[in-house]
Protein backbone atom coordinates (compact mmCIF):
# COMPACT_ATOMS: atom_id res chain seq x y z
CA UNK A 1 0.00 0.00 0.00
CA UNK A 2 1.60 3.34 -1.24
CA UNK A 3 -0.15 5.67 1.49
CA UNK A 4 -1.80 8.74 1.10
CA UNK A 5 0.42 10.77 -1.47
CA UNK A 6 0.28 13.87 -2.07
CA UNK A 7 1.95 16.52 -4.60
CA UNK A 8 3.84 19.11 -5.21
CA UNK A 9 5.74 18.38 -2.18
CA UNK A 10 7.39 21.54 -2.48
CA UNK A 11 5.59 24.76 -3.93
CA UNK A 12 7.20 28.01 -4.54
CA UNK A 13 5.18 30.74 -5.69
CA UNK A 14 4.23 34.40 -5.69
CA UNK A 15 1.44 36.66 -3.98
CA UNK A 16 -1.44 36.27 -5.96
CA UNK A 17 -0.88 33.20 -8.20
CA UNK A 18 -3.08 30.30 -7.81
CA UNK A 19 -2.00 27.04 -6.12
CA UNK A 20 -3.37 24.07 -6.02
CA UNK A 21 -2.48 21.16 -3.90
CA UNK A 22 -3.43 17.24 -4.78
CA UNK A 23 -4.09 14.34 -2.85
CA UNK A 24 -4.69 10.54 -3.18
CA UNK A 25 -6.19 8.92 -0.08
CA UNK A 26 -5.89 5.21 0.91
CA UNK A 27 -8.04 3.45 -1.32
CA UNK A 28 -11.14 2.44 0.56
CA UNK A 29 -10.67 5.02 3.32
CA UNK A 30 -14.41 6.95 3.51
CA UNK A 31 -12.60 9.94 4.81
CA UNK A 32 -10.11 12.57 3.88
CA UNK A 33 -8.96 15.43 5.35
CA UNK A 34 -7.34 18.50 4.96
CA UNK A 35 -4.84 20.07 7.68
CA UNK A 36 -2.33 23.20 7.90
CA UNK A 37 0.15 23.05 10.28
CA UNK A 38 2.39 26.41 11.12
CA UNK A 39 5.21 27.03 14.36
CA UNK A 40 2.33 29.82 15.42
CA UNK A 41 -1.48 27.86 15.09
CA UNK A 42 0.04 24.20 15.08
CA UNK A 43 -2.18 21.66 13.53
CA UNK A 44 -5.69 23.64 11.86
CA UNK A 45 -8.13 21.08 10.38
CA UNK A 46 -9.09 23.23 7.49
CA UNK A 47 -11.83 20.63 5.74
CA UNK A 48 -12.94 17.10 5.98
CA UNK A 49 -14.89 14.86 3.25
CA UNK A 50 -17.05 11.69 3.78
CA UNK A 51 -17.80 9.16 0.84
CA UNK A 52 -16.54 13.14 -1.39
CA UNK A 53 -19.11 15.04 0.41
CA UNK A 54 -17.71 17.58 2.10
CA UNK A 55 -19.06 17.43 6.03
CA UNK A 56 -17.22 20.27 8.34
CA UNK A 57 -15.52 23.53 5.95
CA UNK A 58 -15.48 25.12 9.17
CA UNK A 59 -11.86 25.57 8.99
CA UNK A 60 -11.00 26.74 5.71
CA UNK A 61 -9.83 30.58 6.35
CA UNK A 62 -11.36 32.60 3.72
CA UNK A 63 -13.27 32.61 0.80
CA UNK A 64 -9.62 32.15 -0.64
CA UNK A 65 -9.44 28.55 0.15
CA UNK A 66 -11.82 25.86 -1.60
CA UNK A 67 -11.54 22.27 -1.68
CA UNK A 68 -13.08 19.02 -4.01
CA UNK A 69 -13.03 15.67 -3.85
CA UNK A 70 -14.55 14.48 -7.17
CA UNK A 71 -13.82 11.30 -6.48
CA UNK A 72 -12.76 8.44 -3.97
CA UNK A 73 -9.33 8.90 -5.42
CA UNK A 74 -8.66 12.57 -5.82
CA UNK A 75 -9.06 15.48 -3.77
CA UNK A 76 -7.25 19.16 -4.17
CA UNK A 77 -7.08 22.20 -2.12
CA UNK A 78 -6.80 25.87 -4.28
CA UNK A 79 -6.01 28.73 -2.71
CA UNK A 80 -7.00 31.33 -5.17
CA UNK A 81 -5.20 34.06 -4.76
CA UNK A 82 -2.50 33.21 -2.91
CA UNK A 83 -0.84 35.24 0.45
CA UNK A 84 2.46 35.35 2.08
CA UNK A 85 0.49 34.63 4.97
CA UNK A 86 -1.17 31.37 3.50
CA UNK A 87 2.44 29.84 3.68
CA UNK A 88 2.25 26.29 5.52
CA UNK A 89 2.74 22.79 5.40
CA UNK A 90 -0.65 21.32 4.09
CA UNK A 91 -1.15 17.43 5.25
CA UNK A 92 -3.86 15.48 3.79
CA UNK A 93 -5.15 12.50 5.48
CA UNK A 94 -7.63 9.43 5.24
CA UNK A 95 -9.44 7.35 7.62
CA UNK A 96 -11.61 3.97 6.83
CA UNK A 97 -14.76 4.28 8.01
CA UNK A 98 -15.21 4.25 11.86
CA UNK A 99 -15.66 0.68 13.27
CA UNK A 100 -16.22 -0.29 16.75
CA UNK A 101 -14.44 3.59 17.85
CA UNK A 102 -11.48 3.27 16.19
CA UNK A 103 -11.01 6.10 13.66
CA UNK A 104 -7.17 6.53 13.25
CA UNK A 105 -6.02 8.79 10.43
CA UNK A 106 -3.18 8.34 8.02
CA UNK A 107 -1.46 11.09 7.04
CA UNK A 108 0.53 12.24 4.17
CA UNK A 109 4.01 13.28 3.78
CA UNK A 110 2.55 17.32 3.25
CA UNK A 111 3.23 19.89 0.47
CA UNK A 112 5.48 22.46 2.31
CA UNK A 113 3.75 25.81 0.53
CA UNK A 114 5.90 29.21 0.70
CA UNK A 115 4.50 32.27 -0.66
CA UNK A 116 6.43 35.57 -1.50
CA UNK B 1 -10.05 26.02 19.37
CA UNK B 2 -8.15 23.25 20.11
CA UNK B 3 -9.29 20.69 22.40
CA UNK B 4 -5.54 18.63 23.53
CA UNK B 5 -2.90 20.81 25.40
CA UNK B 6 0.31 18.89 25.85
CA UNK B 7 2.98 19.57 28.50
CA UNK B 8 6.07 19.74 28.71
CA UNK B 9 6.11 21.65 25.16
CA UNK B 10 9.97 20.33 25.02
CA UNK B 11 11.36 17.60 26.54
CA UNK B 12 15.24 16.95 25.98
CA UNK B 13 16.52 13.52 27.79
CA UNK B 14 19.36 11.06 27.38
CA UNK B 15 19.51 8.02 25.75
CA UNK B 16 18.01 5.22 27.99
CA UNK B 17 16.24 7.13 29.99
CA UNK B 18 12.01 7.54 30.19
CA UNK B 19 10.34 10.10 28.27
CA UNK B 20 6.77 11.37 30.03
CA UNK B 21 4.48 13.54 28.11
CA UNK B 22 1.18 14.62 29.42
CA UNK B 23 -2.20 15.89 26.99
CA UNK B 24 -5.43 17.36 29.04
CA UNK B 25 -8.44 17.95 26.91
CA UNK B 26 -12.07 19.48 27.42
CA UNK B 27 -14.68 17.82 26.81
CA UNK B 28 -16.02 13.94 26.73
CA UNK B 29 -14.79 11.55 23.92
CA UNK B 30 -14.86 8.35 22.58
CA UNK B 31 -11.02 7.74 22.15
CA UNK B 32 -7.92 9.06 22.43
CA UNK B 33 -4.91 8.77 20.45
CA UNK B 34 -0.97 9.68 20.24
CA UNK B 35 0.48 10.69 17.23
CA UNK B 36 4.31 10.76 16.11
CA UNK B 37 5.72 13.40 13.80
CA UNK B 38 9.34 13.38 12.81
CA UNK B 39 10.79 16.51 11.26
CA UNK B 40 9.78 17.08 7.81
CA UNK B 41 7.24 14.32 7.85
CA UNK B 42 3.59 13.41 8.12
CA UNK B 43 1.72 12.65 11.99
CA UNK B 44 2.23 8.43 12.00
CA UNK B 45 -0.45 7.00 14.57
CA UNK B 46 1.18 5.04 17.67
CA UNK B 47 -1.41 4.03 19.99
CA UNK B 48 -5.79 4.76 20.66
CA UNK B 49 -6.69 4.15 24.11
CA UNK B 50 -10.91 4.19 24.11
CA UNK B 51 -12.71 6.28 27.45
CA UNK B 52 -13.56 3.24 28.91
CA UNK B 53 -10.19 1.66 29.33
CA UNK B 54 -7.43 2.85 31.85
CA UNK B 55 -4.10 2.20 30.36
CA UNK B 56 -2.71 0.86 27.04
CA UNK B 57 0.88 -0.71 26.33
CA UNK B 58 2.34 -0.95 22.99
CA UNK B 59 6.11 -1.94 22.83
CA UNK B 60 8.03 0.59 24.79
CA UNK B 61 4.88 2.64 24.55
CA UNK B 62 2.57 2.85 27.89
CA UNK B 63 -0.54 5.51 28.04
CA UNK B 64 -2.80 6.08 30.32
CA UNK B 65 -6.01 8.05 30.13
CA UNK B 66 -7.84 9.34 33.31
CA UNK B 67 -11.24 10.03 32.29
CA UNK B 68 -12.74 11.77 35.27
CA UNK B 69 -9.55 14.78 35.22
CA UNK B 70 -9.79 14.92 31.53
CA UNK B 71 -6.17 13.71 30.97
CA UNK B 72 -3.78 11.36 29.34
CA UNK B 73 -0.17 10.71 29.34
CA UNK B 74 2.47 9.07 27.16
CA UNK B 75 5.42 6.88 28.63
CA UNK B 76 8.39 6.25 25.85
CA UNK B 77 10.48 3.78 27.73
CA UNK B 78 14.12 3.16 27.85
CA UNK B 79 14.28 5.85 24.81
CA UNK B 80 16.16 6.24 21.63
CA UNK B 81 17.67 8.60 19.62
CA UNK B 82 15.03 7.49 16.85
CA UNK B 83 12.83 8.75 19.42
CA UNK B 84 13.22 12.27 18.49
CA UNK B 85 10.19 13.73 17.08
CA UNK B 86 6.95 15.69 18.13
CA UNK B 87 4.41 13.90 20.06
CA UNK B 88 0.75 14.85 19.47
CA UNK B 89 -2.56 13.38 21.10
CA UNK B 90 -5.55 13.70 19.32
CA UNK B 91 -9.07 13.24 21.10
CA UNK B 92 -12.05 12.18 19.32
CA UNK B 93 -14.94 13.83 21.05
CA UNK B 94 -18.00 12.80 21.83
CA UNK B 95 -20.76 13.90 19.06
CA UNK B 96 -17.82 15.42 17.41
CA UNK B 97 -18.71 14.01 13.21
CA UNK B 98 -15.65 11.87 13.14
CA UNK B 99 -13.14 14.72 13.34
CA UNK B 100 -9.94 14.35 15.70
CA UNK B 101 -8.64 17.76 17.74
CA UNK B 102 -5.30 17.67 17.46
CA UNK B 103 -2.96 19.06 20.73
CA UNK B 104 -0.20 21.70 20.41
CA UNK B 105 2.46 18.87 20.77
CA UNK B 106 5.50 18.01 22.93
CA UNK B 107 8.89 17.90 21.00
CA UNK B 108 11.33 15.45 22.53
CA UNK B 109 14.84 15.29 21.95
CA UNK B 110 16.85 11.81 22.89
CA UNK B 111 20.54 12.75 23.01
CA UNK B 112 22.53 9.31 22.31
Not at chain 1, 1 to 20: F, K, L, N, W, Y
Not at chain 1, 42 to 55: H, K, M, Q
Request: neutral net charge; hydrophobic residues 30%; contains cysteine.
Amino acid sequence: DAGVIQSPRHEVTEMGQEVTLRCKPISGHDYLFWYRQTMMRGLELLIYFNNNVPIDDSGMPEDRFSAKMPNASFSTLKIQPSEPRDSAVYFCASSPQKLAGYNEQFFGPGTRLTVL
Amino acid sequence: SQQGEEDPQALSIQEGENATMNCSYKTSINNLQWYRQNSGRGLVHLILIRSNEREKHSGRLRVTLDTSKKSSSLLITASRAADTASYFCATDPLGGADKLIFGTGTRLQVFP
